[in-house]
C-alpha cells in the first residue's frame, strides 16, 4: 500500500514536452512584440507598411505582448499545475480555444495570402506585385504558419493531458470543431487575432 497520499502521479514525458514546447514558441513571438512595444523599429520591414506606421502599433503590440506571455504560462501550467483538477479543467479550456483560434487563424491566412500572391483575390492596391506588397509573402512564410503551429501545439499540449482514448477522441473533435467555427467566423469576415 501506498502510505504517500500526497504524492502526484507522475506525468508523462510527452505532456512534459508539450508544455516546454506551447511555452518556448509563445514566448519566441512574444519577443518581437515586446521589442515594438517599447518603440524598436527593427523587422518592420515584415509588415503591411500601413500597419507599421500605425499610430496604433504600439498599442496593439502591448496588448498582443501578454496575450503571448499568458499563451506560454498555458504550457508551464500544464507542467506544474495540470494535476489539479480544477486547474486542469481551466487549462484545457484555454487551450482549446488558444487550439482553435490559432488554428482557424494560421489555416485561414495561409489559404487567404496563397489566393491573393495568385491573383485570386486583389490586394488594396490592385494585384499582388513583388516589390510593393512582400510583406505578404512574410505573412504567409512567417506569421500565418506560427499561428498554425502555435495551435497545434495547444492541440498536443490539452490531448497528451488526458488518458483515456475515448476522452482523447473527444478532444481532438472539439479542437477541429473550435476550428471550424473559427474558419466559418473568418469566411462571415470575423477573425479573432
Known amino acids: 500500500?501506498?502510505?504517500n497520499l500526497?504524492?502526484?502521479p507522475p506525468q508523462s514525458k510527452s505532456s512534459f514536452w508539450a508544455g516546454i514546447a506551447v511555452f518556448v514558441w509563445s514566448i519566441a513571438y512574444m519577443l518581437p512584440h515586446l521589442y515594438w512595444a517599447l518603440g524598436g523599429r527593427m523587422g518592420l520591414f515584415l509588415l503591411k507598411p500601413s500597419v507599421a506606421v500605425s499610430s496604433?502599433?504600439?498599442l496593439i503590440n502591448w496588448v498582443a505582448t501578454p496575450i503571448f506571455i499568458a499563451a506560454g504560462l498555458v504550457g508551464l501550467g500544464f507542467i506544474y499545475l495540470g494535476?489539479?483538477?480544477?486547474?486542469r479543467l481551466l487549462l484545457l479550456s484555454i487551450s482549446v480555444l488558444g487550439c482553435s483560434i490559432a488554428t482557424a487563424h494560421g489555416i485561414f491566412g495561409i489559404i487567404y495570402r496563397g489566393l491573393q500572391i495568385t491573383g485570386v483575390i486583389g490586394l488594396e492596391n490592385g494585384?499582388?506585385?513583388?516589390?510593393?506588397?512582400m510583406y505578404v509573402v512574410w505573412d504567409l512564410v512567417i506569421f500565418e504558419p506560427w499561428f498554425l503551429i502555435e495551435g497545434i501545439l495547444f492541440a498536443i499540449a490539452g490531448w497528451s493531458q488526458l488518458k483515456r482514448a475515448r476522452s482523447r477522441k473527444v478532444w481532438l473533435a472539439v479542437c477541429m470543431l473550435g476550428t471550424?467555427?473559427?474558419?466559418?467566423t473568418g469566411l462571415l469576415g470575423v477573425r479573432f487575432a
Request: without cysteine; hydrophobic residues 35%.
Open 56 to 58: 496604433q502599433f504600439q
Open 127 to 133: 494585384t499582388f506585385d513583388i516589390h510593393d506588397d
Open 83 to 87: 494535476n489539479r483538477k480544477i486547474l
Open 180 to 184: 471550424t467555427v473559427g474558419l466559418v
Open 1 to 3: 500500500m501506498d502510505t
Open 6 to 8: 500526497s504524492s502526484k
